[in-house]
């Protein structure tokens, strides 16, 4: 039961951030990244983009496993 609230809880913050990564700006999402300010003065904006775009749908379809099984705890 506790297992099934807390993968619940991780879902949710897993599908925000997929979704945010998917949806902000590219001036946003490497606003507080080092890392991504780096990756875009060596790579360019459009790789950098392409990158954060495979990062959030990568969340996505891990929050949405993680709810998937959390569902399962919580019912069995």
Do not use: C, H, W
């Amino acid at each position: 039961m506790i297992g099934g609230i807390v993968g619940l809880v991780f879902a949710v913050i897993l599908l925000v951030n997929g979704f945010a990564a998917l949806r902000r700006p590219l001036d946003a999402l490497v606003r507080y990244d080092p890392f991504g300010k780096l990756l875009v003065e060596k790579r360019g904006e459009a790789f950098t983009r392409r990158v954060y775009r495979i990062y959030g749908f990568g969340m996505v379809v891990i929050g949405m496993i993680v709810a998937y099984v959390s569902l399962g705890l919580l019912r069995g």
